[in-house]
């Protein structure tokens, strides 16, 4: 583990390279839609949340087969695997003409990814147990700075050299991302220990840590973490452009307001992270729930696009406790040997919260605005909190006393 500090580094940088690549094309998709000819709102949302979820259809599908196979060969050839194929597929999207190819390129590039859920269970698998939370803490930093400049660059981009170019830049960005984890990551996998070990379906192996009762638990909290958050998502950028008209720079607004979120987060993961080490990460996961709901309130009755702005900011404040300390638990109820299938069914679970949120959204935006669809987020969240309290907190008290007795 003497390179875990290394590893972290560039998977860090890795991380923050797939996730600007990745969303780039998130502030300008709805706009993109309106330049092939959609002109309805309500069809722009839908279809908006359709293409931005066909990701995660394939994704939740696919991702505890790939985590399967990096527990029998080794994380490193996952990331390199996961990072080259979204490459083309990325490059590939800069030649559609339409929404249904828009789609299909999504649906082939979740089919293919997995570059983050390989990166926690190599970063996981090679870090001391103790630095777990700060590890997770910080490369989630590294993709929340990703998640700040793609839709911040990709609004100016859309702005400066238009919409199609953007797809071009992706793939070069991911492409750069392979080839740096190519030579720079080592991991320490043990192959032949592996190969030893009795082969397992995806089936058998969510009957095995099903059984593990906090598992299913955190995956259940992930689900409606991505739920709740993503089903205001692909509505954002309509958002403000009711908020701000459709005037010039709409676009540079739209990534503004979604990488407001992501650049708190990043600031708060490795400090909350750290903070889990020492205080444990159930306390961080139940507060920063609360806090995330409290926060979620404000942005339903904003009135500019710059009371929008510091809601968000608030808000990433304490989305960056959620995830990292969801994956430090994992890491901790997880028997050896099966870290990437236990992180893939957790990857499953977030691509269900990220292929529901958006379609939910979508489709019932035409019965509720916006800012309904935040309070509705808020309560999930709030309902999140009590869930962890519940299965985390209380049933763990359980099970020790009746150790003690």
């Not at 890795?14 to 502030?27: C, D, N, S």
């Not at 092939?36 to 069809?43: F, N, Q, R, T, V």
């Not at 709409?250 to 990043?266: D, H, K, Q």
């Amino acid at each position: 583990m003497l390179n875990w500090r290394v590893n972290l580094f560039v998977l860090w940088v890795g991380a923050f390279l797939v996730m600007a690549g990745m969303t780039m094309i998130v502030p300008f998709l709805p706009l993109y839609l309106q330049e092939l000819g959609m002109h309805d709102p309500h069809e722009i949302a839908t279809w908006a949340g359709i293409i931005f979820a066909g990701n995660f259809v394939t994704s939740f599908i696919f991702q505890p087969i790939w985590g399967g196979l990096a527990d029998r060969y080794g994380r490193k050839v996952m990331l390199l695997r996961s990072g080259f194929g979204m490459a083309i597929v990325m490059t590939l999207m800069g030649f559609a003409t339409g929404a249904w190819q828009l789609f299909i390129l999504r649906m082939l590039n979740g089919t293919i990814s997995g570059f983050l859920p390989a990166a926690i269970a190599l970063v996981s698998t090679n870090t001391p147990k103790d630095k777990t939370g700060f590890a997770m803490g910080t490369l989630q930093s590294g993709t929340m700075a990703g998640a700040i400049l793609g839709p911040f660059l990709g609004g100016l981009m859309a702005e400066w050299i238009g919409y199609r170019y953007i797809f071009y830049i992706t793939g070069a960005l991911l492409f750069a991302a392979s080839l740096l984890v190519m030579f720079m990551v080592k991991e320490t996998f043990d192959s032949a220990a592996a190969a030893k070990k009795p082969k397992q379906s995806t089936v058998e192996a969510f009957n095995v840590l099903r059984h593990i009762t906090q598992l299913p638990s955190l995956y259940t909290v992930t689900f409606v973490i991505q739920f709740s958050l993503m089903s205001t998502m692909p509505l954002i950028p309509l958002f403000v452009q009711q908020l701000h008209g459709s005037g010039e720079y709409l676009a540079f607004y739209a990534g503004l307001v979604g990488s407001v979120t992501g650049f708190s987060n990043m600031i708060a993961s490795p400090l909350l992270g750290k903070l889990s080490d020492r205080i444990g990460p159930e306390k961080i996961l139940g507060v920063c729930l609360i806090g995330a709901a409290v926060t979620s309130i404000p942005q339903a009755f904003v009135h500019t696009v710059w009371q929008l702005l510091a809601a968000r900011f608030f808000l990433g404040m304490f989305l960056g406790g959620l995830l990292p300390t969801v994956n430090s638990l994992i890491r901790k109820y997880t028997p050896n040997g099966m870290e990437s299938r236990s992180y893939s069914f957790n990857t499953s679970f977030l691509s269900l919260g990220n292929m529901i949120g958006p379609i939910v959204g979508g489709a019932i935006s035409g019965i509720l605005t916006i800012q309904q669809l935040f309070l509705i987020a808020s309560a999930l969240l709030f309902a999140n909190s009590f869930w962890v309290y519940y299965t985390l907190v209380l049933k763990n008290k359980s099970a020790s006393v009746g150790k003690v007795n």
